[in-house]
């Protein structure tokens, strides 16, 4: 029986180390499932701030797009924007056998304005016919400033006739004023 009780008592002391073992497995189990979690969340956290920075430097770069091919001060499209719009429209205009128009609108004696009654009232002068060559153009045609006092519409689609039509609409608006 000596025998028998030695062996109980070895298996009962494995047992007592097993669960003694387990017990420390179990909680350092705890202990990396509370590190591992506090990880997680800052991950979560990094992770939503990174997606929030992308959303903000998305829009960043739409508005740099917008602003690179904008005058600053009429608000239409610029020199940059007219000619990259024209070089593609052209192409496609022409080999569909398509009319196209281009006006240039000039203010005449500008200088003399700005001279006279100085740069606000010629930057009030410049939005003006911004307004005016905008409020005259069709989905599609598109309005730029291309210098100081110059403007180019472009009239896709548009023969000779129709386009001394809108430049004649455009010209008696302004005399008007």
Known sequence: MNWMARQIEVRENDLQKAVSDLSQSRQHIGEQN??????????LATQ????QRTTELEEACRNMQVMAMTDPLTSIAN???FFETMER???????????????????DRFKMINDTYGH?????VLLELAEIIQNNTREGDL??????????????DTSLQEAKVVAGRIRAIVQER
């Open 89 to 107: 429209n052209f192409a496609a205009l022409m080999c569909n056998c398509r009319p196209i128009s281009l006006l240039i609108l000039d203010i």
């Open 143 to 156: 309005a730029a400033r291309i210098g100081g006092e110059e403007y180019a519409l472009l009239l896709p």
């Open 120 to 124: 606000q009232a010629g930057d009030k």
């Open 79 to 81: 020199r940059r924007c």
């Open 34 to 43: 509370k590190y591992l979690t506090a990880v997680n969340a800052e991950l």
């Open 48 to 51: 939503q701030q990174l997606e």
